[in-house]
């Protein structure tokens, strides 16, 4: 591990304000002993160090010096100006360096040359308990070669200045200058099938069940509501499957030969066909419950079944979350119920990341 590049493996707890969010998230499930496909985290050192040797802060200063949230051109074209200034902005060379070298580590780790990564940010501010930066900066999929990875590295920090991220900002009161980007670095997974787990019954919270939702494919088919998720309830005790409901799904979203993800008739027999085995069913169901046992609370989970992989360990998690809708269900004091939308928006939001590229 060096001040700029901490593998998933070498996280501690110490390292988060290095590593933000979603490094700490993905580096304690690791050390959890949980199913992460391998990876490392660009910290916010390396971050600072190749701001301090620019003059993107000067830029910054300046294009954002009353700056007018609701004039949407002025927005626009002053974030623009940001954004462009990072993208000349040159890497420090020993940040650079250290980069290239994680990455063919990684690429020796998985036995392949130019291993698709996705590269995603991971802004400081995305902890804050406050507020929400979900979808707020950007990630890359299916980026190959050191050139690629350093490219993406530069674009995932000018996402910082967003239109969006930017306004949200100012409308939170944060100053620009004290936020900062890290930026995951992850080995892809080749879904044959993936989806969601949560450590209770979505529809009525009885935290004796693992609900998994599941499709062929990219968790992308669902998120557009081309297709039904096949369903799956399992006891959390017994490990027993007590109900199954296994959908129609005419299509998938797979990779295709150039990197991008297309969409893709199924056959009708795989199309009636479940997209998990009973095996795996269980699987995902007992590393669900391990996450819930390590975290202390119910978890929101993102798993899929990657191809590159042996049958024996083919299921990883991607992301281990709190369960946020009946938590809050169960804090509010007026016992408000939590609306549909907003379970759905849940749902959502985890599909898509990190299984679906910002456009």
Known sequence: MSEFVVWFESYRKGLKGEVGGKGA???????????????FTLTTTAFRKSKEQSHVDEDIARLLFELDITDTDMVTERCKGIRESFSKMEIAAPVEVDLRRAYQELCRLSGTINIPVAVRSSATSEDSPDASFAGEHDTYLWIRGEDAVVEAVRRCWASLFTDRATCYRVKMGYEHHLVEMSVVVQKMVRP???GVAFTLNPINGDRSQVCIDSAWGFGESVVSGEVTPDNYLIDKVLMEIRQRKVSIKEMEFKLSDHDSVERS???EERAKSPSLTDAQITAIAKLAKAAEKHYGCPQDIEWAVDADMS????????????????SKKTSSAEGTSQSSGDFMASIVSTLMNPLHTKK
Do not use: C, D, F, H
């Open 311 to 326: 049958e024996e360990n083919n299921i990883v998690l991607l992301q281990s979350r709190p369960e946020t809708v009946w």
């Open 265 to 267: 008739e199924l056959e």
């Open 192 to 194: 044959i099938s993936a």
């Open 25 to 39: 998230s993905l580096g304690e499930m690791t050390g959890a002993g949980l199913p992460v496909p391998p990876g």
